[in-house]
C-alpha cells in the first residue's frame, strides 16, 4: 500500500532553520503532486505549499512564502520543506500528501485538502520564542 512518512521535526527557536522530509512508498511518486500541510492546535489543517513534478513548479502559502522552499527528489521518492527563519505562528504538526489523480493543476485544487489522496501521519514542529 502507498505509504508517506514525515521526518525532521522537533523544537526550534524563533529565527532557526529546519528540514522536513517525506518519504513515499507503494506508488509511483514521480507521477504525484505533492503537498505540505500543517494544523496547529485549535485550528483547522492549512495549505504549506505544494510541488507539481520537478522543483520548478511549486506554489506556497502567503504565511511561508520567502521562508519555505518545498522541493523533490524522484530517484529518492522524497519530497522536502526547508523552512528558514522560524516563527513561534509556524508551530504545527506538518504533513506530507499527495495527489495521484489526473485533477486539473488549479491553485484551488491544489490547495485544498480534500483533493489529496495520500497522507503521512505528520511529524510536530515546536518553535520557540
Known amino acids: 500500500q502507498v505509504q508517506l512518512a514525515e521526518s525532521g521535526g522537533g523544537l526550534v527557536q524563533a529565527g532557526d532553520s529546519r528540514r522536513l522530509s517525506c518519504a513515499a512508498s507503494?506508488?509511483?511518486?514521480?507521477?504525484?503532486?505533492m503537498g505540505w500541510f500543517r494544523q496547529a492546535p485549535g485550528k483547522e489543517r492549512e495549505f504549506v505549499a505544494y510541488?507539481?513534478?520537478?522543483?520548478?513548479?511549486?506554489y506556497y502559502a502567503d504565511s511561508v512564502k520567502g521562508r519555505f522552499t518545498i522541493s523533490r527528489d524522484n530517484a529518492k521518492n522524497t519530497v522536502y520543506l526547508q523552512m528558514n527563519n522560524l516563527k513561534p505562528e509556524d508551530t504545527a504538526v506538518y504533513y506530507c500528501?499527495?495527489?495521484?489523480?489526473?485533477?486539473?493543476?488549479?491553485?484551488?485544487?491544489?490547495?485544498?485538502?480534500?483533493?489529496?489522496?495520500?497522507w503521512g501521519q505528520g511529524t510536530q514542529v515546536t518553535v520557540s520564542s
Open positions: 510541488i507539481l513534478w520537478n522543483d520548478d513548479n511549486t
Open positions: 507503494g506508488g509511483t511518486f514521480s507521477s504525484w503532486r
Open positions: 500528501a499527495a495527489v495521484r489523480r489526473p485533477l486539473p493543476i488549479t491553485i484551488a485544487i491544489m490547495t485544498q485538502v480534500k483533493n489529496y489522496d495520500y
